[in-house]
């Protein structure tokens, strides 16, 4: 059940990004499962992609292309992640760009390949390169919705964010898709995200955006602490809005474009979280007064990883023990427990080493109940603090992934 | 449901040490929740303990009192961790020490205190006093298989090891007893072990010998990655054997104390994976060709941790797409991928980056259908190699751990 409202806004299109969707049985018969995106000449384009050693072969070829040209196509699958499948899985990535380099006259080096699903199986190349006619024929400005159902795995709802903004009298455009509900602690990059504005931007300009949002978001938020082989998440800035070209991180325009993109990734990767295998809960683990971020990250994380609270959370159980054991495990030096806080919303639970003398199990009861949560730990010792996004740990999540591929 | 044959050995008493149990109803009436250890006058005692910086108030106050004494007493609780209790935790701490060094005319830094249960409620302090003298009244040699149960907690089987040997016609013994089924990933001890032996040793010795079993042992399992606030692991050597003392570690006595005290300690750590909370498979990790032990223990730990790998073999599905993402999630940097092999037991079932050719499911699944798993992985660029002991991830983890403390 994911937790919140997780329906999609209205899709505004971004001028100079076509989609096309198709049924390829890449696994499935009878699903959405390709998508083509076009991308308008003399757009820009900046990736990041996952860190995990394992990498997928669509991995390693989207980073190989980015040295070589700027993307004009992305052609992405569901239901198979190429990943795991060693050279062959590298020649079947390569075959795909080529197929459809073919049918759209550009270069190779000018399509991006994303897969996502099981791991560990090859691709069916055959089938996805039959599907890319059909997914070509159906490009248009408004497939957003259908693009974010076609990249789905075992999302249970598809996963959009659009805003727009005006500047001294023109309207611009932030819209984006996510994917991904298991094997989520991005590193560098969600599953797969997909965002475009209509902001004519320097390459320096949106590559510096994308690592800010991304940072912020992706980077951000945990469902099982898996990172994937496959994750990859890409910021188009297509140019048509007609603006002078954006060549430095300043001005009205610059700022609110910041603004509404970092708005949309927050959101996509907080959706990710909100539709997490068998969540019930939205847990938002914010931690202040560190010597650092990075120290602020890994108290967020070592809580929102423990299995102990998150099995608590799913009880609806306000067990601040294990809140603490989580912090006091997060490997901190020189940790003054006597000065750390821990809240659940606004009720502080735990001061002085202890639980706070005003607390009382029904303060806690009543916050639990809730399906948002915010857990917030005060260090009391710095400035820093950063925020992380998470899910609770339920029956259905051992279900759904117990069950899935057997 | 344990995994495998739990029950306990044949106890041999270790001359020099004595065990008495109590009722004391520390947070349920009718069990038996209080121990009291008494180690002979002359005894060596090695303790270690937690790496949590929220450690229970015990764990600080055994610390101190290791710092001032050889311990004479153990006094040990179950039901309640002290822990997370601040100031008060101490002062309760100190008065059952003081209690128990009264009653038996000793100082109270010869006495350690030693509590396991819930966080974050204050120890019923004069409720284990008033037991302290029903246990003194108690006090045996052959009690160990008593304590085992009356230290567990949701352990569901009691945990005991013991063995004896012979060198040069005189025969000595090594008998200890663990605890601990959940927030199972110990760092430097377990959440309770106590093993003795009647060997004379040296402090120095002593030190060693317990660092090197318990970086074999306790430190090399993990259930559910979350390190307890209250692991304590003490090594007691009551030198009652009537042997020379061991003053450096060689000899062929201290040899086959070693491998001894290496075994027991091996036993009693994997017992607690075995009865890990909702344990259904008893998994080793095993991780060769590294370039240090340490880069093996990240990727052990990575597959150990990951909740994916943990819910496929709950399943008994050969996901090795799973196994091969906690591997390219460990860390590593500049590892090859395509020169890492991952066995199911014997069966080979990654190399060159992708599934091995020769490999069928039906291999794969006629290994998970077992109860007890090895997963080796060669890291293929080193000599090093390290091994890590861990359990599945069922239906009855969530259950165990939403329920308890409801």
């Avoid at 757009?43 to 991995?59: D, G, K, L």
């Amino acid at each position: 059940m994911p937790v919140g409202n997780l329906d999609l806004p209205l899709m505004h299109p971004v001028k100079g990004v076509r989609i096309g969707i198709a049924e390829a049985a890449i696994r499935y018969k009878n699903r959405r499962d390709l998508a083509v995106l076009e991308i308008i000449h003399g757009a820009t384009v900046s990736a990041v992609f996952t860190q995990n050693s394992y990498c997928a072969a669509p991995v390693l070829l989207c980073r190989q292309h980015l040295t070589k040209a700027t993307p004009r196509y992305l052609v992405i699958n569901t239901g198979n992640a190429n990943a795991g499948t060693g050279s062959v899985g590298m020649e079947n990535a390569q075959a795909s760009c080529a197929a459809l380099a073919k049918l759209t006259q550009v270069a190779a080096e000018q399509v991006l390949p994303f897969s996502t699903g099981v791991i560990g199986e090859h691709l069916p190349v055959d089938r996805l390169v039959a599907g890319l006619p059909v997914a070509l024929a159906a490009l248009n400005e408004n497939a957003w919705a259908d693009a974010a159902s076609a990249i789905m795995t075992t999302d249970t709802r598809p996963k959009g964010a659009s805003e727009t903004f005006e500047v001294a009298g023109q309207r611009y455009t932030v819209t984006g898709i996510s994917k991904g509900a298991g094997m989520i602690r991005p590193n560098m990059a969600t599953m797969l995200g997909y965002v475009a504005t209509d902001v004519a931007m320097a390459q320096s300009v949106l590559d510096a955006l994308l690592k800010s949002a991304v940072n912020q978001s992706f980077n951000r938020i945990t469902i099982d602490g898996d990172t994937s082989t496959n994750d990859s998440c890409v910021l188009i800035a297509t140019g048509t809005a007609g603006n002078a070209e954006i060549t430095r991180a300043a001005g009205e325009l610059f700022e609110k474009l910041e603004a509404a993109v970092h708005r949309v990734f927050a959101r996509l990767a907080q959706l990710i979280v909100r539709d997490g295998e068998g969540a019930t809960k939205f847990m938002t683990v914010q931690v202040e007064e560190g010597e650092s971020t990075d120290e602020c990250c890994d108290v967020a994380y070592s809580i929102a990883h423990s299995p102990l609270v998150k099995t608590a959370f799913f009880a609806s159980d306000p067990n601040w023990g294990r809140i603490v054991a989580a912090i006091g495990n997060a490997g901190l030096r020189q940790l003054d427990v006597s000065r750390v806080r821990v809240y659940l919303d606004t009720v502080c639970i735990v001061e002085s080493g202890g639980r706070a003398p005003a607390y009382t199990e029904e303060q806690g009861s009543a916050v639990m109940k809730q399906d948002e949560i915010l857990i917030r730990v005060c260090l009391g010792r710095g400035q820093a603090r950063d925020t992380v996004y998470t899910c609770d740990f339920s029956y259905d999540y051992v279900k759904i992934n117990a069950d899935y591929r057997s």
